[in-house]
């Protein structure tokens, strides 16, 4: 099976994770994770049949039982390869409602996608991230946040409390694991991205969504880091974003 | 029954939750929550031999359908008097572990006591804040912080995955029935509280614990309040404290 | 002379100055600096014709000179009197321009203004409040900071830079003299104050602007804290508020 | 002379403002500025004798008339030349003191060395990068920022303050210029970075402090960005350093 080393996305569709996916292909094989494989079969596609490494496995991250079975297939596709980096990309979880109007199960799932979703992904992927070796740049696990990691908006609470939860796990990890020589890293994503489903929404400007490719480049820099010089957390919007 | 209108407040031990209690019974009658009644029979009788109004009610804000059967009760008691102000004080949640030694549901733990208990909280509570008339002061809603809202140290995940996500909430509440008259509050306790429980916890300086009483004396300032002048967040500490 | 306890306010016009010299008169004789007689003899007349005490000084903070000749006055007037709190609420510095056009001079009047008037009035009160004794409450430093304390946005970098110095001012000096018993706050007040200037500017809501005897009651709330629970931070908004 | 795009690091010693003249004299002519000749005169002559183009100017940047002068030079040696990138990396202001030992002179020299350092070199950088045409990257404006950017502590005052006032002006010169396309970034630096002066501090794990190369790197990347994904902040820090 695989030689070199390995990277893990999970959550990936046809924007940022394809994108990273993309980008870590270049150096690693790569293993994606989405619950439909529809979401990723157009990307493993094209990374192995042009020349990359790709597997798609179908999980559901904020499901410990489907982390569990898919990392068991991981674990047997790399048995003897390093893990490089880890990167939870999950969306879920997001509504948009009146507080008074929102279901306790609309409210939970913000952190049932971003909060245990991203815990079972770091539970998996630590481990194998801490035993790595013969790596060219640290081990790396990063999570994406969004303008909801900051900002707890009128209506957002959900997905809101989901994301601030995360960035407070990023923290506690980074803090943690950081020490151990494993580089957790947590990114901002503040604005639209530019992908298949906001192609028609309105913007008066040009280029005034985020490019995930450009996004999957942020991530790929702070991958490359050495533990010397460690990125925490970094926020990406369009020139034009308000903030 | 009460002709006066009443206060809430969620999770009353022998601390914060008792001192909110016996502040706010200056110029309301009292309901208090926690799960067991041996937290708030003492400070019940305390207040009620001694010409106030406490009610206290066993419930698990964590649990739907408990909080139901409690606002219930609180309806059938308050049928005809405005709530003034509400406030989620609940404990819970907390664990102290290395990462890789977290369960799941330790780590949902933290979620539940603070995001699902201060959502339960807020949908039972808003409704009659919003409606309530003939108030000396805005109807208000005030969240009990924490250092843990605002920063995710090593070990501390779960528990400041749950404060995260409850400031989120907090932040989200806020912004929505700020406009709507209701003042929301989250007060951030950075310190050890000096209850009897800690009464024994080494530290070096005189008066380096929080008093629960001049934090009560802070959540009614809160409260006081006009609604052109509306605080958001404050953050309490001893003197002594790094931060 | 003064027996009793008194209290410094820099910064004293129609608004918010006069409101707190106001509030801390019922329990001090109150000092208050302002470079213009003109923004403080109202005030000052107001409170000694109604039993209290206050003196003007006509002083610029943000020059050491006229700081220094400021003090000596207040030390003949209170040599065996303590200094129970010093409010530090200086306008100046505010300039709204694009950034190309702004002079070196305008840009750095928002920190003369705001940071070295901070300093010049911490250097002079710091040891007063230090020395004191036989106070009811620790003696208090309170800062008055802005939005632009917290966010710089566009056309508004001279005034947000001295607001975020004045800032960091107020965060070191907590540090460094809570422990010392000295209760530093710093109060962000985040709308327009409601006052003769300010009085037709167009606001939908009624009671949208700041009440500035709201937030003279938040200062002599923060100033009556026990050193057991100091806050040092708190925002203050109208309930209409855009944040 | 030059006819390839040119960049400009204000502030260049031995360690971070060296490594990022290097590394930008990979893609552009670069000036360096520091106020003494034997600051620079050892990159200038590295990079000069390695195929690359530097030019050393003597300036300091808090005083506009040096800036007058040097910009003067370097408008005659690239009056054809775009300006790619321009990065404010400049030291001073740092004093480590009780406050009441502070002089004034002090306290101004942390707003002086950072806040009108960085007000003189973005009013000379800025017209410069607006005009340019034909980049590869968007025109690009990075300040470098340290752990007193965000955390007033004690001792520390005049420095944060200049590190505050500097960040304020980078989030309001980023508000203001991205939307007209100029990029303009923040870095913080959390930690030591290993240059000569820091050799011999005492630090008991092996790679425990900011490699400047490695910092050089992130500015590059952030240079990189395209106008759709901009990064605004980025914390940089060893990974056993404690935050």
Redesign the interface.
């Known amino acids: 099976m695989a030689t070199k080393p390995f990277a893990i996305v999970a959550g990936v569709g046809p924007g940022t994770g394809a994108s990273i996916a993309r980008k870590f292909t270049q150096a690693y094989s790569v293993v994606v994770l989405a619950r439909n494989p529809s979401n990723y079969n157009s990307v493993v596609n094209e990374i192995n049949s042009s020349g990359g490494q790709a597997l798609g496995i179908s999980a559901d991250v904020s499901d ?1 039982a489907s982390v569990k079975t898919a990392f068991e297939k991981i674990a047997q596709q790399h048995k003897d390869t390093p893990l490089a980096a880890a990167v939870f990309n999950s969306g879920g979880g997001f509504v948009r409602k ?3 109007e ?1 279901t ?1 199960e609309e ?2 799932n913000g ?1 049932k996608s971003q ?2 979703g991203a ?2 992904f ?2 998996s992927t ?2 194998l991230l801490q035993k790595a070796t013969g790596l060219q740049y ?1 081990p790396t696990l990063i999570f994406t946040g969004a303008t ?1 990691s900051v ?7 959900a997905f ?14 980074a ?5 151990k ?1 494993v ?1 957790v890293s947590h990114v901002i994503i503040d604005g639209v991205i ?1 992908i298949p489903r906001t192609k028609e929404w309105a913007n008066e ?1 040009p ?5 995930p490719d ?2 999957a ?2 991530y790929w ?1 702070l991958h ?18 308000k ?1």
Request: charged share 20%; hydrophobic share 40%; proline share 8%.
């Open positions: 410990s009146p507080f008074l929102l306790e409210f939970a952190f909060g245990i815990f079972n770091a539970k630590l481990p640290p909801a900002k707890g908006s009128a209506n957002f609470s809101a409390s989901g994301k601030f939860a995360l960035r407070a796990l990023a923290q506690s990890l803090r943690e694991f950081g020490p020589g580089h530019d400007h280029d005034g969504k985020l490019d450009a996004i480049d942020a820099h490359t880091q050495p533990r010397t010089t460690f990125g925490f957390e970094l926020d990406l919007r369009p020139y034009v974003e903030w």
